[in-house]
């Protein structure tokens, strides 16, 4: 498959310049310890361990750890991390220009499997180094290197691109996706008034960030929505969700 419009962004970069362009106040090295609530249970901002910060609504925007932010509000968001493992080659000259990957790339997203799937993902830099990936394993917060991976990476990339066995690996990272299990059940909390969810999209985060931020501003300002949030809602997952 040809995506004409594909394009590359470096995450941390765009954050930065949208914050940037945004005027937000940035408050770094503070840790939410509590959810600060009306008696009514509405949200009226957040307690951290270097004091309080008050507004009419919370965003939680904490990606993998956006269901800890959660329970601090007593509400259950099922996110759990899902490692990934990126290997990074040496400095190429220019010889894959777009993101090329398996079809079985698409099944291993959308497959709620706790156990490693591995489907080749290769991806051009301008700078030189080929990015290889993809990765996906419930293991919790463990950054371990695992071999297995790493290995079965190197074999996909291989067989899409068989001029890559010649080439070295320099160095890997691995990352953690914010998953969340799919369903349809409910649960019988209903959603905190004044908390909004901006987290759980896996691996799609930077591409559905734009969206997703458009949402929220449409939910904060009381404008219609572009999208339906009713099946996003937190209270679509069940008690029993892992």
Known sequence: MHYPQDAQVMP?????HLLRASGARLLTGRTVTEVLRRPDGTVRGVRTDRG?????AVVNAAGTWGGDLAARAGV?????????????TEPLPPRIRHKVYAADYVADVA???AALQTSP??????????LIGASRERVGFDRTVSLP????????????????????????????????PTTSRRS?????????????????GVGLAAGTGR?????????????????FRPDRFAEEDT
């Open 149 to 180: 991976a790493l290995r079965a990476l190197a074999a996909g990339a291989t067989r899409l691109f068989p001029f890559l066995a010649g080439v070295r690996a320099v160095r890997t990272y691995a990352g953690f996706r914010p998953y969340l």
């Open 12 to 16: 941390a970069l765009a954050a930065a």
């Open 52 to 56: 309080d910060l008050h507004a009419p």
């Open 188 to 204: 019988a909390r209903p959603p905190r008034p004044g908390l909004l969810h901006a987290c759980g999209h896996e691996g799609a």
């Open 76 to 88: 259950r968001l099922p996110v759990l991390p899902r490692r990934g493992f990126v290997l990074v």
């Open 121 to 130: 993902v290769v991806e051009g830099t301008a700078a030189g180094p080929v």
């Open 111 to 113: 497959s709620d499997s």
């Open 215 to 231: 949402l929220i501003a449409q939910a904060l300002t009381g404008a219609p929505p572009d999208l339906d949030p009713t099946p």
